[in-house]
């Protein structure tokens, strides 16, 4: 195939009903609109997407419940209720007329969507399951045993035995040598994106994957009234469906059988969605939006904001993950306006291609001229209080004020002794899934010692406690997301902690001081700074935000 574009995917979000709605978008020409199976998100379309860019303004949406999108708010929604948030999607990004391929569970969605008003020129559904009836509870409740996150970690065995299993056995939980699925393992790689997809949906993975159980697409089937293509490729556990497919009583319905190559499927697929095409429209501007991306000249910056809806913005900084940045956003959101990007290599933020303190501070300028929030006050913690430093010094007509909260050492044999230890390179195990449970321990250890991977009783954090497991799910998934950069942002940060470069903060500054070992040099890093100076907080976040607050309003009060 001869559309071999380098493309660079966007993603983006898109409002529809009150509702985030996560896609990836790229290429030039006539839109097209990609859905994805269960547990998957649009990351599974990213190769596909690229080969079919130079042809297409190719749009690959996350179901909700999946990949970044928010989900449904029923209990147990139906294929109608995917159906109908699909349609809200379409509408609002425009996209209502453009050709639309659906694979799987996408597929049942897509076509229940088609039945009811689509108005799509054509429908490609590429495996639809059509059984003589829908699975009985007690299967789709053996099925789809819950994803239930604890406080042990215990589960992240259970998921990887999931994970594996599903790919030797149908079902998953029955392993008889009359249940084991004919084909071969797919690559690591394959594998490891599988796995991101299942821990982003989480709790939500069996949304839509349940509801397809429940659904049978035969009265959709008969009743749609836009072109519907059904396939498979041979090597597809739906292929035996294609019998079932029923073209002599619909006119509307044709159907292909293809081989298991995936080079002439992406070359079948281009020239089936060739023959419908929609002009591409513009998605409308999110400027109210929770959750976003902005565009930089290396790739994207995510960000989330929140809180109040009036006073100072309130920019808040951790690393190598958004935990404690989420955990203080919380609290402070109660008074101020808050702003937590993933700071890049991190969780949905592209690295950076020569990753170092003042490139991030840089982003972080570009994120708060963006959004027009500025001038913001800045949180940095820990890890990441020499970046939120390089903020303040390189653009200070941005920040008003800066908090540091905990840092790393000052001493240039202690930064190096932490630059070695703090940011491991986690190796992807297809088999045992041991890159699951180093990245838990290591996040989970960092919020109870300092370093994560101190051992004595001095290293024992006063501020820090064992996060709930959905954010501690939360923070791990994001490290897999960007299991090669995730520690870019410490790496830089601690080639970034001397004296000189707080020297260079002029902005007021707080520091804050209560007995966590990250804070056994406040003292010192305040006098380097010419509008320094220490703050006594509590360890409790509650307690310590409305203080941080006043006592920022005061300084800055003092020092204007």
């Given at each position: ?42 990351r ?34 139906t ?43 054509l ?26 996150p ?53 709790p ?8 397809a ?13 836009v ?21 002599d ?5 044709s ?81 101020r ?68 909260h ?9 930064a ?18 041991t ?8 996040l ?45 942002t ?7 902690c ?63």
């Amino acid at each position: 195939m001869s559309t071999t574009t380098a493309t660079r995917i966007e993603r983006r979000y898109v409002t529809a009903q009150g509702r985030q709605v996560h896609y990836r978008v790229c290429g030039q020409g006539p839109a097209v609109v990609l859905l994805h199976d269960s547990p998957r998100s649009s990351r599974l379309h990213s190769p596909a997407m690229k080969m079919l860019a130079s042809r297409f303004r190719v749009f690959a949406l996350d179901t909700p419940g999946y990949g970044n999108s928010d989900p449904l708010t029923a209990p147990e929604p139906t294929i109608l209720d995917f159906a109908e948030a699909l349609g809200e999607t379409l509408a609002a990004l425009g996209l209502e007329r453009a050709p639309l391929y659906a694979t799987h569970t996408g597929a049942k969605i897509a076509l229940a969507l088609a039945a009811r008003g689509g108005k799509m020129p054509l429908l490609v559904l590429d495996g639809l399951s059509i059984p003589d009836a829908p699975a009985p509870e007690s299967f789709i409740s053996a099925y789809m045993r819950p994803f239930q996150p604890d406080a042990s970690g215990a589960y992240l065995a259970a998921e990887w035995v999931h994970v594996r299993d599903m790919l030797r056995w149908f079902p998953w939980f029955s392993h008889k040598a009359e249940s084991r699925i004919a084909m071969d393992p797919p690559s690591a790689e394959w594998l490891e994106d599988y796995g991101i997809d299942l821990f982003s949906a989480g709790p939500h993975y069996s949304g839509a994957y349940a509801a397809a159980m429940r659904w049978s697409p035969w009265d959709d089937l008969l009743a749609v009234k836009v072109p519907t293509l059904v396939a498979a490729k041979s090597d597809d556990v739906l292929y035996a469906y294609l019998d079932k497919v029923p073209t002599d009583r619909n006119p509307m319905l044709s159907l292909e059988r293809l081989g298991s190559d995936r080079g002439e499927w992406l070359d079948w697929l281009a020239a089936r969605l060739t023959q419908a095409t929609a002009a591409a429209a513009p998605p409308p501007a999110q400027d109210n939006a929770p959750r976003g991306y902005v565009d930089l000249p290396q790739g994207q910056l995510h960000w989330r904001r929140g809180g109040a809806q009036s006073g100072r913005t309130a920019l808040i900084l951790s690393a190598p993950t958004t935990l404690e940045a989420l955990d203080w956003a919380r609290e402070l959101g109660a008074d101020r306006p808050t702003l937590v990007p993933d700071l890049p290599g991190f969780g949905d933020s592209d690295p950076l291609p020569e990753p170092c303190a003042d490139a991030m501070a840089d982003c972080l300028a570009l994120l708060i001229e963006r959004l027009g929030c500025g001038p913001v006050d800045v949180l940095a913690i820990d890890l990441a209080a020499p970046i939120g430093a390089r903020l303040a010094s390189r653009h200070p007509a941005l920040v008003q004020a800066l908090a540091i909260h905990g840092a790393p050492p000052l001493g240039a044999a202690a930064a190096a002794a932490m630059l070695a230890a703090t940011s491991p390179q986690i190796a992807f195990d297809p088999h045992a899934g041991t890159h699951l449970h180093r990245t838990w321990h290591m996040l989970r250890d960092g919020q109870v010692q300092w370093p994560w991977y101190g051992l004595s009783q001095q290293a024992a954090r006063k501020t820090g406690v064992v996060p709930e497991p959905m954010a501690m799910l939360a923070a791990l998934t994001g490290v897999l997301k960007q299991r090669q950069h995730y520690g870019q942002t410490a790496e830089a940060a601690l080639r970034a902690c001397d004296a000189a470069s707080w020297a260079e903060v002029s902005v007021p500054a707080l520091v804050s001081l209560g007995g966590d070992p990250s804070q056994g040099e406040a003292a010192e890093i305040a006098a380097l700074m010419p509008q320094g100076r220490t703050l006594q907080l509590p360890a409790d976040r509650a307690q310590a935000a409305p203080l941080l607050l006043a006592a920022m309003g005061a300084h800055l009060a003092v020092a204007s």
